[in-house]
């Protein structure tokens, strides 16, 4: 009897050591993520978990629509309508991409001409004007702006006065193409050459 083995031995540790024990779980652990789960880089690698979503696109970058609403060729001038929502974000990408169009030879595919026959091209020389608001885009309100703030009230005296038409001007791109210095330029508003110029307006380029 007193040469039994007891399975408990006062001061004597019964089982594996806690360290141990602690170990073999975060081991198991480990083991489990790296061989069970998979990794997202083989996922990414293998090209198999789904379509692959494009960024959000900015809706201040995006491009806008727009319609030619007026064509005065004898002002060489033409008037485009954007929505009303369109941001100025928006104007000022309409009009670079207006101008890499013209310097890309393009801008004809869908503005008339506005100087047919020109030795230097179609839009030799064109005020673009872009506005929100359909009627200021009419005749009349382009004439008033092509002549500019100083021509004498009696030329068009129902037409819409140019302060009033100056102020609804989203953007205005100026091509003149016998200003080899600066051809292209482009503004939030309107500038007028006599300086005056829309409460808003601003350069683009």
């Keep these: 009897m007193s040469d039994e083995q007891h399975p408990y031995e006062e001061g004597k540790r019964a089982g594996a050591h806690p360290l141990v024990?602690?170990?073999?779980?975060?081991?198991?652990?480990w083991l489990f993520v790296a061989l069970i789960?998979?990794?997202?880089?083989?996922?990414?690698?293998?090209?198999?978990?789904?379509?692959?979503?494009?960024?959000?696109?900015d809706p201040e970058s995006a491009p806008v629509i727009f319609k030619v609403q007026t064509t005065v060729r004898e002002m060489n001038a033409i008037a485009l309508v954007v929505p009303a929502q369109a941001t100025d974000s928006q104007v000022a990408g309409l009009l670079k991409?207006?101008?890499s169009e013209r310097l890309a030879g393009t801008l004809g595919d869908h503005m008339p001409a506005t100087t047919?026959?020109?030795?230097?091209?179609?839009?030799?020389?064109?005020?673009?004007?872009?506005?929100?608001?359909?009627?200021?885009a009419e005749p009349g309100a382009v004439k008033t702006l092509a002549r500019g703030a100083h021509a004498p009230g009696t030329l068009l005296p129902s037409a819409?006065?140019?302060?009033?038409?100056?102020?609804?001007?989203?953007?205005?791109y100026r091509i003149d193409l016998n200003d080899t210095g600066a051809p292209?330029?482009?503004?939030?508003?309107?500038?007028?050459?006599?300086?005056?110029h829309s409460k808003h307006f601003r350069r683009i380029f």
């Design 184 to 196: 292209d330029k482009g503004s939030l508003g309107l500038a007028d050459e006599s300086g005056v």
């Design 160 to 172: 819409i006065p140019f302060e009033v038409a100056m102020e609804e001007v989203r953007g205005h």
């Design 37 to 57: 789960v998979p990794s997202s880089r083989n996922k990414q690698a293998a090209g198999t978990e789904g379509p692959a979503v494009s960024g959000t696109e």
């Design 21 to 29: 024990v602690v170990l073999g779980i975060l081991f198991g652990l």
């Design 116 to 136: 047919p026959g020109h030795t230097l091209g179609d839009h030799a020389v064109a005020d673009i004007y872009v506005f929100s608001d359909a009627k200021f």
């Design 97 to 99: 991409r207006l101008r």
